[in-house]
Nanobody
Framework: QVQVVESGGGLVQAGGSLRLSCEAS????????MGWFRQAPGKDRDLVAG????????YYADSVKGRFTISRDNAKDMVFLQMNSLKPEDTAVYFC????????????????WGQGTQVTVSS
């Protein structure tokens, strides 16, 4: 089993930045692919960024490319999402997730989830 806990959400004005953090525990972190999802009210939960176990490969949804950056620190069992140039449409609950699959860019592969952290971007 893997436990993941997110932190770093909050309220920010459009154009601002936030950094989300996720700490994983329960099994060896480094073989895990990690991802960040988000879910806005009334919408599906979508994969916005994923990262391979070694941090060498990343995936971004088109809607966040060039604005969001996913990274990881395997020594600390943590993954991060740096969000810049935030827009009101980025408002959602953001979830950290993990998978033992190498397919870090495939949403259905993720099977360990955090509780989510709210990100609200005001216009």
């Amino acid at each position: 089993q893997v436990q993941v806990v997110e932190s770093g959400g909050g309220l920010v004005q459009a154009g601002g930045s936030l950094r989300l953090s996720c700490e994983a525990s329960g099994r060896t972190f480094s073989p895990l692919s990690m991802g960040w999802f988000r879910q806005a009210p009334g919408k599906d939960r979508d994969l916005v960024a994923g990262i391979s176990w070694d941090g060498h490969s990343t995936y971004y949804a088109d809607s966040v490319k060039g604005r969001f950056t996913i990274s990881r620190d395997n020594a600390k069992d943590m993954v991060f999402l740096q969000m810049n140039s935030l827009k009101p449409e980025d408002t959602a609950v953001y979830f950290c997730a993990a998978t033992s699959s190498i397919n870090y860019n495939v949403a259905v592969e993720y099977n360990y989830w955090g509780q989510g952290t709210q990100v609200t971007v005001s216009s």
